[in-house]
């Protein structure tokens, strides 16, 4: 083909990519969704102005849907107590902010999660410490003391069902257009479906069938909270990147069984903020930013010998997660799939809407300028976000007033 035509295929995907679309039910005014990350901007746990002024731009920026991340589903589902969770005095602030943030348009997706047995949470309610699949070394909780993990019993299992059916019928009822449950990245739920994290002997242990059996437990308590007119999506990892951990050929039957679980739309990520965080953001290391957070000068200078070990080294490039994402788009019948993973020039937007794919989800781009959308539909042939892939704004969720890019200050 030559260049001229070239370029009028990649303009005629580009335009799908800004055209309306649905979301299973849900009409939305382009395919372009923020994806969930975690901002850093609910203090005490309560969403405040600093979280609705960041989705705001991002909303007023011209993307179909945002994402509020990490919308855990009980108290003690939280990292660490800044945390937001779907209690009761999270609910009014919610609300509101989800009510001003339609007036732009755009649809809101919440994203359910609990982290298991992977946090630092000193302020935990009901249980005396994390617990996941299996018990092991907390290696996010010795930074703050908290140094084990204990094993979840069945009753603890039915809780936590329970709580995720309890958070889809509060995300209804504040307004939420779509709810996200988080499969992926070595919270909760992933710790179940990883044979690495997952060494249990009973029926939620064992076999992919058998591991998966809380997620899909999870899936169909969401579905029965919110209907069928209600988008779930499903964020998934392709792969854990550790040794022992899920591998992309298990991955694609996870796919499947969501997909036969009804699930509206799958979201293909990979990598563990527990094991291996630079597996899902390629570019320059977060070693020297993580270190600087750390809350004594002993935990920083142990950051500092031990970063370069800690964060592996993955050189960015575009679209680093497409093939998996084919793979599993291959396997599916019915849920629709959403793209994620470096996905920050118009001609891999492009790449991504010709392959078929429903939707893209973007996360860096749209942190470095909220008004992607609006200004790649005003200049196609020569906008770019202006993001470098240096990834200091993942080390800035726990400073003060949350998740900045450094090249807007």
Known sequence: MNQSGSHQLTSQHLQRAFEPARLGSLELRNRVIKAATYEGKSPGGIPGKELYEFHREICQGGVGMTTIGYCTTEADGRISEEMMFLGDEAREPLKQMITELKHTGARISGQMTHCGHFSKNRNLQRLKRPKGPSPQFNNLGMAVGMFWTDAMTERDIDTLVQSYHDAGV???EVGF???EIHFSHGYGLSQFISPKTNRRNDRYGGSLENRMR???RVLEAVRKAVGDDFPILGKMGLTDAVKGGLS???AVGVAKMLDAGGIDALITSGGTSSYNVMHMFRGDSIAEGIADMQPNALMRWLFRQMGPKIFKQYPYKELYFLDGC???RDVVKNAQMVYIGGCHTLESLAQVMAEGIDFVQLGRPLIRD????NNAMAAPDTYHSGCTECNRCVTTIEA???????LRQ
């Open 170 to 172: 509060y995300m209804k």
């Open 326 to 328: 084919r793979r599993v």
């Open 248 to 250: 992309e050929d298990e």
């Open 177 to 179: 257009d779509a709810a």
């Open 370 to 373: 909220p008004a992607f959308v």
């Open 214 to 216: 809380l997620p899909l």
């Open 400 to 406: 003060p007033g949350g998740i900045v890019c450094h």
